[in-house]
């Protein structure tokens, strides 16, 4: 059973860089048909997807942040991160990484449990 | 990117009641939509994809249907458990967008 589970600091402060990790167990990050996704909800509302990677290290990014946001894999830990630079209050969400079926149907069939990030000073 | 509008955007049904939920597309995206379901302080959980595909171990009062744009989830037999937020998603094009959820409550 594929587990995915994020880490990382719950409260930034505004203009830093926002960093989170997302460690795979029960499954090797290296095996292929899948990306490795992030995914944020902002508090009582929708789902919106910032990027993803593969385990070869191609990554996408949602256009809307794709100035703000890096993706690395590190395949020898078996671990996915994310960078999202000069955050604000409006990057307050919780953060979810999920592994997306990219050859076969799109959908994201596991998910971490999301980590709620706080901006604030 | 492509819109998803998911209607009505809460329910008030009792257990045992059939629920009927919508998923629109701004564009055709053949049958990539999957559906998931949230509950609260929790993850989502993908219940059906390719737009009628049941995902393992995912109850069978769970079936969604349509193709192109107009797209339905529904829960033949609500049970206290389905009480949630339903989310769809679609994987046509890049990049992957959600719809606004449709949060299914007691009545």
């Known amino acids: 059973q594929v587990q995915l589970q994020e880490s990382g600091p719950g409260l930034v402060k505004p203009s830093q860089t926002l960093s989170l990790t997302c460690t795979v167990s029960?499954?090797?990050?290296?095996?292929?048909?899948?990306?490795w996704s992030w995914i944020r909800q902002h508090p009582g509302k929708g789902l919106e997807w910032i990027g993803y990677?593969?385990?070869?290290?191609?990554?996408y990014y949602n256009p809307s942040l794709k100035s703000r946001v890096t993706i690395s894999v590190d395949t020898s830990k078996n671990q996915f991160s994310l960078k999202l630079s000069s955050v604000t209050a409006a990057d307050t969400a919780v953060y979810y990484c999920?592994?997306?079926?990219?050859?076969?149907?799109?959908?994201?069939?596991?998910w971490g449990q999301g980590t709620l990030v706080t901006v604030s000073s | 990117d492509i819109q998803m509008t998911q209607s009505p955007s809460s329910v008030s049904a009792s257990v045992g009641d059939r629920v009927t939920i919508t998923c629109r597309a701004s564009?055709?995206?053949?049958?990539?939509l999957t559906w998931y379901q949230q509950k609260p302080g929790k993850a989502p959980k993908l219940l059906i994809y390719?737009?009628?595909s049941l995902q393992s171990g995912v109850p069978s009062r769970f079936s969604g249907s349509g193709s192109g744009t107009d797209f339905t989830l529904s829960i033949s037999s609500l049970q206290p458990e389905d009480f949630a937020t339903y989310y769809c998603?679609?994987?046509?094009?890049?990049?992957?967008?959600f719809g606004g959820g449709t949060k299914v409550e007691i009545k």
């Open positions: 999920a592994r997306e079926r990219v050859t076969t149907d799109g959908s994201f069939d596991y």
């Open positions: 029960g499954g090797s990050i290296s095996s292929g048909g899948y990306y």
């Open positions: 998603q679609q994987a046509n094009s890049f990049p992957p967008t």
């Open positions: 990677i593969s385990y070869s290290g191609s990554t």
């Open positions: 564009q055709g995206i053949s049958r990539w």
């Open positions: 390719a737009a009628s």
